[in-house]
């Protein structure tokens, strides 16, 4: 297991209840922030604070939330069989 800097009970309890409230508990787990995420070698990282499109959900090392890049991904592909 990877030391890691504790956050703070304060910060840790918000991102729990966040991460429990989206129904994904572990995300709790997870590094707090993206400095973290690269100290550790990770790929995901959760702040519990929403994205623009109001999601709760861990985000990657380009700072995007996770439930938006599916999104976009999922309309790309529509895009694409609309195309044909
Ligand atoms: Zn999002």
């Not at 787990?29 to 109001?54: H, W």
């Not at 599916?70 to 529509?78: G, K, L, T």
Request: hydrophobic share 30%.
């Amino acid at each position: 297991m990877t030391h890691r800097d504790f956050e703070g009970w304060e910060e840790y309890c918000r991102r729990r209840a966040a991460a429990k409230e989206a129904g994904s508990p572990d995300w709790a787990r997870l590094p707090q922030s993206r400095d973290v995420m690269l100290a550790e070698g990770g790929k995901l990282y959760f702040t519990g604070i929403p994205c623009k499109n109001g999601h709760i959900s861990p985000r990657d090392g380009n700072r995007n939330c996770t439930q938006c890049s599916v999104a976009n991904m999922r309309a790309y592909y529509e895009r694409q069989k609309n195309a044909v």
